[in-house]
C-alpha cells in the first residue's frame, strides 16, 4: 500500500481528539446511516437464479418479528432511517435503571443493583430489542443487565487478572506475546458485557480516544521490529468514526514489519447497523486485516448480524469468533453447538472459547473447567472440524493463552498408541512405527 493512498485525517482527529465521537449526540440523518438499502455488495456481477434469489432473499430478510415487536412497542415513532443509524442507537443507548425498568420487568436481582457498578449499565435499543422483557434467565439478559452479584467478590477474583497493566509499556499498548500487540483504542463500547475482562478501564474514560495517545503506541510498534501483529481491542474499535479509525489503520500500514492487523470486536452483534458500505470500502483498503467477532450465544446471529457479516466477510475480511464461557448462558453443548454452526453459515470460523476470566464480580459467571472440556468433547466429531474452536484459559497474571483439550489418549503399549475416538471407541495406532530403527 503506497503512502500517498492515505489521508490522514488531521483536521477531523484534531476536531474529535478529545471524546469517541460514539459519545457525541449525533444529528440522526447522519450521512453514514445505514437506512434500509438495497445491498448492492451482494448483487454486483452476480448471476443468481431464481430459487437461489429467494432463498438469499430469505437468508437477509432485514428483521426479526422479535426487533419489529419490540420497535412498534416502544418505538413506534422512530424512522426505519433512524433506527438503522448506528449513531441513533449510540445516542439511544439504555444507561439509567429508570430507563430500562420502563422496558423490562426487572427482578429483585437486578433492580437491587440500581446504582453504580464496576461496569457502566448501557444497551443498545437494538441489542434491548432482543431481549426478553420478562425473563430475567434469559441468557442475553443475564449478559448484559447489570445483577447483585456483580457485588460479590471472591478471593481468587481482581480487577486485572491478566496482568495487562504489567505488560504495557507505552499507556493502552499490551506486549505479551513476541510478534504482536494489543493496541486499546478506546474504553467506550455501546453496550457492556457484565463479564468483561477490561472492567477495570471500560466506560470509566480511562483509555483516551486520544490522538496523542495513539501515537505514542504506533511509535513503540514502529521501533519494535519483532510487531510484526497488531490487534486493535478496547473498548471497542468500530464505535470510532470512520476518519479515526481510518487514520490508525493507515498509520499502521506505514509500518513496514506490521505484517497484518486484526481488530476485535462486538460491534456487528449489538450495534450491526454500523457495518454500512462507506465503512466496509474503507477496511478493505488496509488487508490484510482480519477481525475477531465477540459472540455468545446463538440467539445474537439475528437477520441484522447476518447481514453485518456478508458484507464484512464479502469484503475479504477474514472473520474469526471468540465465545466467553458462561454459566447459564451457553453452557450446554446444544447452545454451543447451535451457535458454532451458525457461526459458520455466516462465514465466521470459531476460533476461541473462553474459560470466563476471574474479573472481579465474575463469579456467577464461571464454569467449572471441566465444563469447557465436556462442550469440547460434544463438539468434536458431531460436527465438521471448523466449528470446533480452541478452548483456553487465559493464564491469570499474564502468562498468556493456554489451550486445553479434552484427553483423548488413553496409554501407550509397546508397539501402539491407545487412543478413544470421539463415540469413546478405542482405537490403536502404530507407534513407534514398526520400520522405525531401519529408517
Ligand atoms: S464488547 Fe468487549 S470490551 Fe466491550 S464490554 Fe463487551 S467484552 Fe468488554
Redesign the pocket.
Known amino acids: 500500500m503506497q503512502e500517498g493512498q492515505y489521508s490522514p485525517m488531521a483536521t477531523t482527529l484534531t476536531l474529535e481528539d478529545d471524546e469517541p465521537p460514539s459519545r457525541r449526540l449525533v444529528p440522526i440523518n447522519h450521512p453514514t446511516a445505514s437506512t434500509a438499502v438495497s445491498y448492492p455488495i451482494f448483487l454486483k456481477n452476480t448471476t443468481i437464479i431464481p430459487a437461489a434469489k429467494m432463498l438469499f432473499s430469505q437468508r437477509i430478510s432485514k428483521t426479526s418479528p422479535k426487533t419489529k415487536a419490540f420497535r412498534r412497542r416502544f418505538y413506534p415513532l422512530v424512522t426505519d432511517k433512524e433506527w438503522n443509524d448506528w449513531q441513533w442507537q449510540v445516542s439511544n443507548r439504555i444507561r439509567t435503571y429508570e430507563k430500562l425498568n420502563r422496558i423490562l420487568a426487572l427482578s429483585p436481582n437486578e433492580t437491587l443493583v440500581n446504582s453504580d457498578t464496576q461496569?457502566p449499565l448501557s444497551i443498545t435499543p437494538y441489542y434491548l430489542s432482543l431481549i426478553s422483557a420478562d425473563d430475567p434467565d434469559q441468557p442475553l439478559r443475564k449478559s448484559v443487565v447489570p445483577s447483585i452479584n456483580e457485588w460479590i467478590k471472591m478471593p481468587c477474583e481482581s480487577d486485572d487478572p491478566l496482568g495487562e497493566d504489567h505488560q504495557s509499556p507505552v499507556p493502552g499498548l499490551v506486549h505479551r506475546y513476541p510478534d504482536r500487540v494489543l493496541f486499546l483504542l478506546l474504553d467506550f463500547?455501546s453496550?457492556?458485557?457484565r463479564?468483561?475482562?477490561?472492567?477495570r478501564v471500560?466506560g470509566h474514560g480511562n483509555i483516551h480516544a486520544g490522538r496523542t495517545r495513539w501515537e505514542k503506541a504506533i511509535d513503540y510498534i514502529a521501533k519494535t521490529p519483532t510487531v510484526r501483529d497488531v490487534l486493535l481491542?478496547?473498548?471497542?474499535p468500530l464505535t470510532l468514526s470512520d476518519d479515526r479509525l481510518e487514520w490508525v489503520l493507515s498509520r499502521l500500514r506505514r509500518i513496514p514489519h506490521v505484517e497484518i492487523i486484526r481488530i476485535?470486536?462486538?460491534v456487528p452483534t449489538?450495534l450491526p447497523q454500523r457495518i454500512t458500505p462507506k465503512l466496509v470500502k474503507m477496511l478493505r483498503r488496509y488487508h490484510p486485516l482480519w477481525m475477531s467477532l465477540?459472540f455468545v450465544h446463538p440467539d445474537e446471529c439475528t437477520p441484522e448480524t447476518i447481514k453485518a457479516c456478508t458484507m464484512l466477510a464479502d469484503a475479504g475480511i477474514p472473520l474469526g469468533s471468540q465465545t466467553?464461557l458462561l454459566k447459564n448462558i451457553n453452557d450446554s453443548v446444544d447452545t454451543m453447538k447451535s451457535l458454532m454452526q451458525r457461526l459458520m453459515k455466516m462465514r465466521v470460523r470459531p476460533y476461541y472459547l473462553y474459560q470466563c476470566d476471574p474479573i472481579t464480580g465474575s463469579g456467577h459467571f464461571r464454569t467449572p473447567i471441566e465444563k469447557g472440556l465436556e462442550i469440547i468433547r460434544g463438539l468434536r466429531g458431531f460436527t465438521t472440524g471448523y466449528a470446533v474452536p480452541t478452548y483456553v484459559v487465559d493464564a491469570p497474571g499474564g502468562g498468556g493463552k493456554i489451550p486445553l483439550m479434552p484427553d483423548y489418549v488413553q496409554g501407550h503399549t509397546a508397539e501402539d498408541m491407545v487412543l478413544n475416538n470421539y463415540e469413546n471407541k478405542c482405537y490403536k495406532y502404530p507407534d513407534p512405527l514398526p520400520g522405525d530403527s531401519v529408517f
Open positions: 461496569i463500547c453496550t457492556y458485557c463479564y468483561c475482562t477490561r472492567s471500560v481491542s478496547g473498548g471497542d476485535g470486536t462486538k449489538v465477540h466467553v
